[in-house]
């Protein structure tokens, strides 16, 4: 028996049956024979049964009443108790027993199968006869007896348990002599080698754990290290396993987490006995069973089986995390495993590799040194303990009360009182574990002065002789317990008698020993040669910490004493003499390490060696680094111009990567790429992890130089800095990883890449293209990959985008992932939370932190996946903050600034990891986390915040923490406050509103992480606990926020760390951030809101030709009043749409949404704007239509009465023609009509309309308007009448700008004039629409249209931009003038035209023809219907059906359009720009960009006007649209028509009425028009409507014929809603431009708080000019922003002033510097091709050109067009016209 972990396999047989195998399994293997055992006395054990509630008596009377023969019932029975699970299974087994004694032995005896001649069970002298067979040969050697008090071991778990039948035999056969059993002078590895009937014993029980623990196929297919990290659901559990096949995981998840309750294996199996108990209470008595040794009832597994069947099942990766893990709990490490599954026992060398220890040994206790080395390396003492029989001493719970302090208690070794420690063994016997004892350098605390190993052999040494063979060979002392020594034990102990190992005897004993005992020790002393001293004899009673004390004296002792100092490694050698199977011996092992050696084996000096081998990563990176920073910032420019600089930089830039790109490959890289190249998956882990040990291995090796250096320096140079800081440098760079080889990878690749793209190397010819895709594959296989170069505080972006890019590509476009960031002071132990939290192990160079941060990918399993929406975590593990080491450095805290914001930037979760409860030591920290999530606030991020108190272990930390939460809280806004002030935003800003932080929710005290002082203190179990719930909260937060927001995949992670690190750069974040997701994201949103527009101005379009139909048909009903009410309400409904259109796409799962959620406001700006533009441009058209109704109105009621004293005149005359006898012939009857006409016409005497004087009326209004002015326009009005002024003749001069701002007094006159010009051109365009407008309507001049056009003016000359310009009244008068004059002339011509259509006196002139043919043709008889009919549609209908299609068709123009072929480059202000520019590269026509640049609102206005007229002039779409709309409009008349045909109405005229009526909303229907109403003659409803629905047809031919006849341009200036308009309000924006080069604004809609545009131009292409050189100037704004030029203009009042200040002057513009080198490329295209054009154009000098300027192609400026406008993303990029 094992006293240090229960009972062992052997003893357990003659005990229980469920200590061997599960009850359940024993029923399913030996039904049989229980079901001949129940047939005997099945009754006696239903009513047991039946009585301790094991069946129910319902199942007890389908059993009892049944007719069925007693096997059938048996079989029934037995069924029934397994299907109640392994509890019930057990109980039934104990019952069995009691019921039917003998039924135990008689199970085991027919499981076993393998009894002696006496019918017993294999005992330990059966296994004793074994080894003598295999040592002697002899078959027949007789075993001498082994004591009485040997057969029963008092701390057998099970004695207590003997039932009277398990008899077992007293007395054992005679043994050899003591000749024969010393003739082998040593055990020799093939005598150990079990039988192979023991083997495939120990085969069989290793199947059949395997089997419990559902792991048997894991024996082939092995539990991977990457398989252990995937985010489960079973991850996350806390709970205590419930089944022996969850026993593994739960380990397994338990010690990477540094869980010390791992070893745990208890099953929670709930409470048990529940109505047994109650049974029993009502039974008023005691029952005797209680008194029997409580079993232990829980199914269970003894750990170290959970423990070797894992590692059996686990890959050699795994094993190796495990024992560190194991080793950071401080639990003893499996040194050599049993036989498991092959013949030979394995030596766990490599699982130990990655175990650094640091100790300080008391020789170092005065300087403070310490000892930091790979624990299998570390030569030591090993002291070794064994048991030799029966003991009641544990071997483990002496050692480890040895080994604990005397403060606390630890369990190093598991032990049978620990939980599941007292479940048998049924494979790890023969185990070898492992622990150490490292000294901290307190002499008055350490137990010894030196590292010592301490070794557990688990199990009796008989059957285990090769181990303790082994053991004796490495050990300086191996400690022997036992209790008695007999003949037997000293025959087997002499076999050692040629060791050197010092054998000790710790002897259980009560006050003496056996004589037999002391005879046999004092015949082995010289055998093994010991003494007194060696012998401990332990007796029950004893003081147990005296006999520790004494045990620790020997040990001391021994080791002092002990000259054989050996490490794990050295153990190797000494496997091999045992055929001890050596785990790091693999094939792929050993040729990983042969390739890893030919690489380390030359490294001497880590510095040396990385300026030699590493060349790339070393003065060119970092010069590159420096190099693209000053790109961006621009801090070092001097007087040189910002494009030339740039130039120079660029220049430099490519020139180092080519320097980069001629280094040769080293040997040493060569290596490495072999290894990772061509290397099989698994021997590639193996090179990677050799790497890494080896490169450590030489890392602490000089730190370990340099920091002695540093010590010496510190002590002799006193006071020089410089000194300390050299050496700083020198400990900063000696670090040497697998992360350096990786990283001068990525520079090889960036540097090839380079090269291609400058076309200095064939594509063809690429060595390292394949590079990222080997990468990708490691990061898959759960390798970290760098992000951020710490030493060159840079990333090397191409590197790490086509790493990714191939990532993406191996995983099939499925990497939706979530990111989790740490940041915190540097040794806050922010690797370890997250290695705990996710099982990682992040590289972490030798003897330092994290530098840089890099990233490691974790799967999310399939089971969790549809939870989180996500596929992966990309956890990323940062280098702290305010580094010690990097304080003494330049831009250190820049540095940090740097690192905190790009990695909140790409994160969705930040854990801010601070040490203790107070965060005054993390204010620094604090401010620059503060600065990063305020900056991310800005771009459209909100990342949550976790703040993680470190080594706070108080259970009221959380409560007690209140008050320093709530100060932590006020501090954090005040940071926030003060980073707002620095930022230049919102002051008013709180550390709530930036990110996703809950005080209560998102702090979290974690205790320290170890329980107790370093090095021999292990993990504190609260630590683990709470990282875990940590964990478990952060997964159910991501759960939470799938359902508000995607989560971003690589590609979209790509551009964000691209987008973000070039912001970073920036000095200026904020306001330089550009990404091209925010880019697509806004121009979505755009398109959105462009159809929400639209949507809303047609359905205000319908509600207003509604409307005028109304006012035309029944005015004067309508007031304008209620017009104006309804309208509003209108408008109303309408707004509130789109803020909903706009609240659901925010809340929808569009792409990147909360990444323009900061834009939103703006387009609710948008729609309050365009409500307030429909409000007052549909009031107007409703005043409008009323004053023109009103002055029809009075025309028609004037006519109206002219026309009905006609018709009664003709209807009389009509009647006197048919009274005549004869018939009247056609020139009779025109005579007389004539002689009626002209009558009336002087009876009545028609009044002709007055003609107005326009000219007068304008000058009128013009001298009201400027009284201020009223003398200068007198005199300009004396030289010239106003007829004389036209916007033709209008020309700026000096008279037009104030005399101290032209030259010579101001050199920027020039400017000025230009400026000035525009504005004149542009305000004269505005006026020109507006006259336009008037002038179509076709209506009379008023009198307010004068009034409205000077308003007009006035605004315009108001605005800021405008006052500016320094221009004189004359200017102002001049222009009004000229704009005034036009206006006269226009609206003269458009009264008289008026006049013309509507003087009643020449509208009766028209209708007489019309009349006299009606006369005529009633008098002949023709049908009077047919002719009502025909004069109805042609006079009637078909003017309002020709005015309906008009109203109409610009609406369906625009809706066709925007679905047509062409509409995303009319659906936003991006699409637009962009297709404009490629448009003008493709036909490359320089006035088209001189256009495109001096009046871009017109150009864009012609060219869309282009578009809409090629969309339709070369097809029928036109043609069919008019056809739509006029068969639509024509049904609903045909439908009135039949309506009022069964209305028989009396009358033609209420027919009419009846009619208009009816349509009032859809037509516009002159009555005025009709002629005969008042002729007398019959009205025939049925046959009139039948005539009306057989000219229709005609109708509809002629008005679509007529529509056909006209040019597209005509069709377009007809009608009511301009197409091209509309699509332009839709894309134009705001028209703003920039100050500086003049570009466009992008931004979408009219109303929006920042303007901005995609690329910026050369500012000589505004026309700007150097003042003294008189040259366009080249520079681009984008660069001067970033630069530290100034700049001075007339808002500047001609002072100088920062260009990066620039929003002083200009706040409401946000000019981003350019996010690449190429992205101004195409108007540098454009400079360079077209400057001379632009030079003479301009009347200046030709643009002094950077030199790399003159190598950009056509193509490469359609490319940069392409990135700059985010082309290359689109999706729906195949329905433009690009």
């Given amino acids: 028996m094992d006293p240090d972990s229960g009972v062992s396999a052997e003893t357990a047989n003659e005990g229980s049956l469920d200590s061997v195998a599960s009850a359940f399994s024993i029923i399913s293997k030996q039904r049989k024979q229980l079901t001949e055992l129940l047939q005997e006395d099945l009754e006696l054990v239903l009513d047991e049964l039946l009585v301790q509630d094991v069946i129910t008596e319902e199942e007890y009377e389908t059993l009892d009443k049944t007719e069925e023969e007693s096997k059938k019932k048996s079989r029934k029975l037995l069924i029934m108790i397994q299907k109640k699970g392994e509890k019930a299974c057990f109980q039934f087994l104990e019952l069995l027993e009691m019921a039917r004694p003998g039924s135990r032995r008689f199970l085991q005896q027919s499981r076993e199968g393998c009894q002696n001649e006496e019918g017993h069970a294999w005992s330990l002298v059966d296994l004793a006869k074994t080894l003598e067979e295999s040592v002697t040969g002899n078959t027949n050697v007789a075993v001498s007896p082994v004591p009485k008090e040997m057969e029963y071991p008092e701390d057998d778990l099970y004695c207590e348990e003997k039932c009277p039948f398990e008899k077992v035999e007293s007395k054992y056969e005679e043994t050899a002599s003591d000749e024969l059993l010393l003739s082998n002078d040593k055990i020799s590895a093939k005598n150990v080698i079990p039988k192979e009937e023991n083997f495939k014993e120990r085969s069989e029980a290793l199947e059949d754990i395997l089997l419990e623990l559902k792991l048997l196929q894991r024996k082939s297919k092995k539990i991977t290290l990457h398989e252990t990290l995937e985010i489960s659901s079973g991850s996350l559990k806390k709970c205590t396993p419930h089944s022996l096949e969850e026993l593994p995981w739960h380990f397994l998840r338990k010690v990477l987490a540094l869980n010390v309750s791992a070893r745990n294996t208890n099953l929670d199996q709930g409470t048990a006995g529940g109505k047994g108990v109650r049974g029993m209470e009502k039974k008023q008595s005691i029952d005797d069973r209680i008194f029997i040794a409580e079993m232990d009832t829980k199914l269970s597994m003894n750990p170290l089986d959970v423990l070797c069947a894992l590692l059996l099942c686990s890959d050699s990766f795994l094993q190796q995390d495990i024992l560190s893990k194991m080793s950071m709990c401080q639990f003893a490490l499996p040194l050599l495993l049993p036989p498991l599954g092959t013949p030979k026992c394995t030596l766990m060398i490599w699982a130990m590799r990655d175990i650094v220890k640091k100790w300080r040994p008391h020789s170092l206790a005065g300087s403070k040194g310490f000892r930091e080395e790979n624990l299998v390396l570390i030569p030591m003492p090993i002291i070794s303990f064994v048991r030799l029989g029966s003991s009641n001493i544990s071997k483990s719970q002496l050692l480890n009360d040895l080994l604990s302090s005397s403060q606390q208690h630890h369990d190093f070794f598991i032990h049978r009182d620990m939980k599941g420690g007292n479940v048998p063994r049924k494979i790890s016997d023969g185990l070898i574990e492992i622990t150490w004892y490292f000294p901290g350098g307190q002499e008055n605390s350490d137990l010894f002065s030196d590292p010592v190993a301490f070794t557990n052999l688990r199990g009796d040494i008989e059957p285990h002789w090769m181990q303790l063979t082994f053991l004796a060979e490495v050990s300086s002392a191996l400690f022997i317990v036992a209790k008695f020594i007999s003949e037997r034990e000293y025959n087997l102990l002499s076999l050692l008698k040629e060791s050197s190992t010092q054998y000790y005897f710790i002897l259980e004993c009560d006050g003496s020993i056996s004589k037999e005992t002391f005879a046999f020790l004092n015949k082995l002393a010289p055998v093994l040669k010991f003494d007194n001293s060696h012998i401990l004899p332990k007796a029950a009673r004893s003081n147990k910490a005296e006999f520790v004390e004494k045990l620790q004296s020997t040990l001391e002792r021994v080791v002092h004493s002990s000259s054989k100092n050996i490490n794990v490694r050295n153990m190797a050698d000494i496997a091999g003499?045992?055929?001890?199977?050596?785990?790091?011996?693999?094939?792929?092992?050993?040729?990983?390490?042969?390739?890893?050696?030919?690489?380390?084996?030359?490294?001497?000096?880590?510095?040396?060696?990385?300026?030699?081998?590493?060349?790339?990563?070393?003065d060119l990176w970092k010069n590159l680094a420096v190099v693209e920073k000053e790109l961006c910032r621009m801090e070092k420019q001097g007087a040189k111009p910002s494009e030339e600089y740039r130039s120079e930089l660029i220049g430099r830039l490519l020139e180092l990567r080519e320097q980069q790109h001629k280094c040769e490959l080293t040997v040493g890289l060569i290596h490495f790429i072999h290894g990772i190249k061509y290397l099989n998956p698994t021997a590639k882990h193996y090179f990677l992890k050799w790497m890494k040990f080896n490169l450590d291995s030489v890392a602490r090796e000089n730190l370990l130089r340099l920091r002695t250096t540093y010590k010496e320096k510190c002590r002799t140079v006193g006071n020089d800095g410089q000194v300390i800081v050299q050496v700083d440098r020198q400990i900063a760079s000696s670090s040497l990883g697998v992360e350096h080889f990786m990283r001068e990878l990525g520079q090889l690749y960036e540097a090839e890449y380079s090269?291609?793209?400058?076309?200095?190397?064939?594509?063809?010819?690429?060595?390292?293209?394949?590079?990222?895709?080997?990468?990708?594959?490691?990061?898959?296989?759960?390798f970290p990959i760098e992000l951020i170069d710490g030493d060159a505080s840079n990333i090397p972006v191409q590197w790490v985008t086509d790493v990714l890019t191939e990532l993406n590509k191996k995983l099939n476009g499925q990497s939706k992932m979530i990111v989790v960031t740490v940041l915190g002071v540097q040794s806050t132990g922010k690797s370890t939370l997250l290695n705990t939290m996710f099982g990682l192990q992040f590289p972490v160079s030798s003897g330092r932190c994290t530098r840089g941060a890099f990233m490691t990918f974790l799967k999310v399993k399939e089971d969790m996946a549809e939870d989180l929406h996500c596929d992966f975590l990309l956890v990323i593990d940062t280098e702290g903050l305010k580094a010690p080491e990097l304080a003494q450095l330049e831009e250190s805290y820049h540095h940090d600034n740097e690192l905190a914001t790009l990695v909140i930037g790409l994160s969705d979760i930040t854990i801010v990891n601070m040490a203790m409860e107070n965060a005054t030591e993390m204010k620094d920290v604090l401010q620059i986390v503060t600065h990063a999530f305020l900056r991310m606030k800005e771009i459209g991020l909100k990342p949550n915040c976790q703040f993680v108190h470190q080594n706070v272990s108080d259970v009221s930390a959380h409560d007690q923490n209140m008050m320093d939460r709530k100060r932590l809280l006020e501090q954090l806004d005040e940071m926030t406050q003060a980073a707002a002030k620095m930022e230049k935003v919102d002051r008013n800003t709180k550390f709530s509103d930036i990110i996703d932080y809950d005080p209560e929710m998102n702090s979290w005290y974690i205790p320290g992480l170890w329980h107790g002082v370093p090095p021999m203190a292990p993990v504190n179990a609260?630590?683990?606990?709470?990282?875990?719930?940590?964990?478990?909260?952060?997964?159910?937060?991501?759960?939470n926020r799938s359902h508000q927001r995607s989560c971003k995949d690589i590609p979209a992670f790509i551009e964000w760390l691209k987008s973000l690190w070039s912001a970073v750069k920036q000095e200026n974040f904020i306001f330089s951030f550009r990404n091209s997701l925010i880019a697509e994201a806004y121009n979505n949103l755009s398109v959105a809101y462009s159809e929400w527009d639209w949507s809303c101005r047609k359905e205000m379009y319908f509600w207003l030709s509604e409307h005028e139909n109304e006012i035309y048909n029944i005015f004067p009903q309508m007031e304008l009043y209620e017009l104006k009410s309804e309208l509003q309400d209108k408008l109303s409904i309408e707004k509130d749409k789109i803020l909903k259109n706009l609240d659901e796409y925010f809340q929808s799962e569009a792409q990147n949404l909360h990444l323009v959620e900061r834009y939103k406001e703006d387009f609710v700006r948008n729609a309050n704007s365009l409500m307030n533009e429909l409000g007052s441009s549909l009031c107007k058209k409703l005043e409008d239509a009323i004053k023109i109704k009103k002055g029809q109105h009075k025309i028609e009621a004037l006519q109206n009465e002219y026309l009905k004293t006609i018709e009664r005149k003709v209807d009389h005359l009509l009647e006197q023609c048919r009274k005549k006898e004869h018939v009247v012939e056609e020139q009779e009857l025109k005579k007389e009509f004539e002689q009626v006409w002209r009558e009336t016409l002087s009876e009545l005497s028609p009044v002709h309309l007055i003609e107005f004087d326009i000219y007068a009326d304008v000058e009128f209004h013009l001298r009201k308007n400027v009284e201020s002015q009223s003398k200068l326009i007198t005199q300009k009005l004396q030289k010239r009448g106003l007829s004389s002024y036209r916007v033709n003749d209008f020309q700026i001069n000096d008279d037009h700008m104030q005399s101290k701002w032209l030259k010579p007094h101001n050199p920027n006159s020039e400017e000025y004039l230009l400026r000035i010009q525009e504005f004149s051109i542009s305000l004269i365009y505005k006026c020109i629409s507006y006259m336009d407008e008037k002038i179509y309507s076709k209506r009379d001049y008023v009198s307010t249209y004068c009034g409205e056009l000077l308003h007009l003016i006035s605004e315009n000359f108001q605005e800021d931009d405008v006052q500016k310009l320094h221009m004189t009244p004359a200017f102002e008068a001049d222009l009004k003038l000229h704009i005034l004059g036009e206006a006269a002339y226009k609206f003269q011509k458009m009264h008289k035209d008026f006049i013309e259509e509507n003087d009643p006196r020449k509208r009766l002139d028209k209708l007489k023809p019309h009349y006299f043919s009606i006369f005529k043709d009633l008098y002949q008889k023709k049908d009077a219907q047919q002719i009502r009919a025909k004069d109805f549609c042609d006079r009637c209908l078909h003017p309002a059906l020709e005015d309906y299609i008009n109203k109409r068709l610009g609406i369906e123009i625009v809706d066709h359009f925007r679905n047509s072929e062409h509409p995303m480059e009319c659906s936003s202000r991006n699409f637009l720009q962009f297709t404009l520019l490629k448009e003008l590269l493709d036909e490359w026509d320089f006035d088209q960009y001189v256009e495109c640049i001096r009046n871009y609102e017109q150009f864009v206005k012609n060219w869309i006007q282009k578009q809409v007229i090629d969309c339709y002039i070369k097809n029928d779409t036109l043609k069919n649209l008019e056809k739509d709309i006029l068969s639509g409009i024509l049904t609903k008349v045909k439908n009135t028509v039949d309506i009022l045909r069964n209305k028989n109405v009396e009358t033609f005229s209420n027919f009419v009425d009846d009619f208009c009526q009816e349509l009032q909303k859809d037509l516009a229907i002159s009555k005025s028009n009709l002629v005969g109403l008042e002729l007398r003659s019959a009205f025939d409803p049925d046959h009139f409507s039948a005539y009306v629905d057989n000219c229709l047809q005609d109708l509809q031919k002629e008005i679509l014929s007529k529509f056909e006849s006209l040019d597209i341009e005509s069709k377009l200036s007809r009608l009511s809603v301009k197409p091209q308009d509309e699509i332009f309000k839709q894309v134009f924006g705001c028209g703003k431009q920039c100050p500086f080069c003049k570009v466009p604004c992008e931004a979408g809609g009219a109303v929006h708080k920042d303007h901005f545009a995609a690329v910026h131009r050369p500012g000589g292409l505004g026309e700007y000019r150097d003042n003294d050189t008189w040259r366009l100037i080249s520079d681009i704004c984008s660069s001067q922003v970033a630069s530290q030029k100034n700049f001075k203009c007339a808002d500047t009042n001609w002072e100088f002033y920062p260009y990066k200040d620039y929003r002083d002057y200009y706040p409401n513009w946000c000019i981003q510097p350019d996010p690449s080198l190429n992205a101004s490329d195409y108007w540098k295209f454009v400079l360079k091709e077209f400057n001379t054009e632009f030079s003479k154009k301009y009347s200046a000098k030709r643009a002094h050109l950077p030199k790399d300027w003159k190598k950009i192609t056509k193509e490469q400026a359609l490319q940069a067009l392409k990135q700059s406008y985010n082309m290359n993303r689109q999706p729906n990029s195949e329905k433009t016209s690009i």
């Fill in 755 to 782: 090269v291609v793209q400058q076309s200095k190397l064939p594509e063809s010819q690429r060595q390292f293209v394949h590079l990222p895709s080997i990468a990708a594959t490691l990061m898959l296989e759960g």
């Fill in 1022 to 1039: 609260g630590y683990s606990e709470k990282v875990l719930e940590l964990k478990q909260h952060l997964i159910e937060f991501i759960k």
């Fill in 577 to 618: 003499e045992f055929d001890i199977w050596v785990d790091e011996h693999s094939q792929d092992c050993l040729r990983a390490r042969r390739c890893a050696k030919q690489i380390t084996q030359e490294i001497k000096d880590v510095t040396d060696y990385k300026k030699e081998e590493l060349k790339l990563q070393g």
